[in-house]
């Protein structure tokens, strides 16, 4: 069965802090994508990558970056957590065109406090 | 204008019954459209995709299509309590890769 992986379920983080929330996926599949969701605001778009080395910002990138030094592996960074990062993150791949849709993660909750 | 809409719900249906989900979209270009499932505490899951007009089952799922309207519908036959979560509707312009999600239904099947 074809697998998105995300490395926590759940994580609590303290303020200031850098955190690293990990995704791999083994379905060789060329795009990835990070989303946060929070409740009335849905999915909004972090950061995404379509190739190995190459990323592209989202709709609300401020105080995220992220790494995709393997095709399989697409990393995001908080380099400073803040209690407004509290959120559900997601991590998606998909194998491209936009056709067949996106394969989600289990989902990291991330708590800052 | 928002992208992708969805009424927000709670849209509550008794067991046995159809639930039908609606979603319009502004971008008369897209290309393909999905729905997806997800449960409380839980991530999405893609149940259907459609890319032409008209509709497209798959077990108890039907979803509709029509380009000239913009509107793109999920419906439930016999719909049972573990049909009871948030429906996203997202779409793909076609320009990229990048799916566009509305904020999602939530269903409710009442036993």
């Known amino acids: 069965d074809v697998k998105v992986t995300q490395s926590s379920r759940y994580l609590v983080k303290r303020t200031g802090e850098k955190v690293f929330l990990e995704c791999v996926q083994d379905m060789d599949h060329e795009n990835m994508f990070w989303y946060r969701q929070d409740p009335g605001l849905g999915l909004r778009l972090i950061y995404f990558?379509?190739?190995?080395?190459?990323?592209e910002k989202g709709d609300i990138p401020e105080g995220y970056s992220v790494s995709r030094e393997k095709k399989e592996r697409f990393s995001l960074i908080l380099e400073s957590a803040s209690t407004n990062q509290t959120s559900m993150y997601l991590c998606?791949?998909?194998?491209?065109?936009?056709?067949?849709?996106?394969?989600f993660g289990s989902g990291t909750r991330l708590t800052v406090v | 204008q928002k992208e992708v809409e969805q009424n927000s719900g709670p849209l509550s249906v008794p067991e046995g019954a159809i639930a039908s989900l609606n979603c319009t979209y502004s971008d008369r270009g897209s290309q393909s459209f999905f729905w997806y499932r997800q449960y409380s505490g839980k991530s999405p899951e893609l149940i259907m995709f459609?890319?032409?007009?008209g509709d497209k089952e798959d077990g108890r799922f039907t979803a509709q299509l029509n380009k000239a309207s913009q509107y793109v519908s999920l419906l439930i036959r016999d719909s049972q309590p573990s049909d009871s979560a948030t429906y996203l509707c997202?779409?793909?312009?076609?320009?990229?890769?990048?799916?566009?999600f509305g904020k999602g239904t939530r269903l409710h099947i009442l036993p």
């Open positions: 990558s379509y190739d190995v080395k190459m990323k």
């Open positions: 459609i890319y032409s007009n």
């Open positions: 998606a791949s998909s194998s491209g065109q936009g056709s067949y849709g996106y394969t």
């Open positions: 997202a779409v793909n312009r076609g320009r990229d890769d990048k799916i566009i």
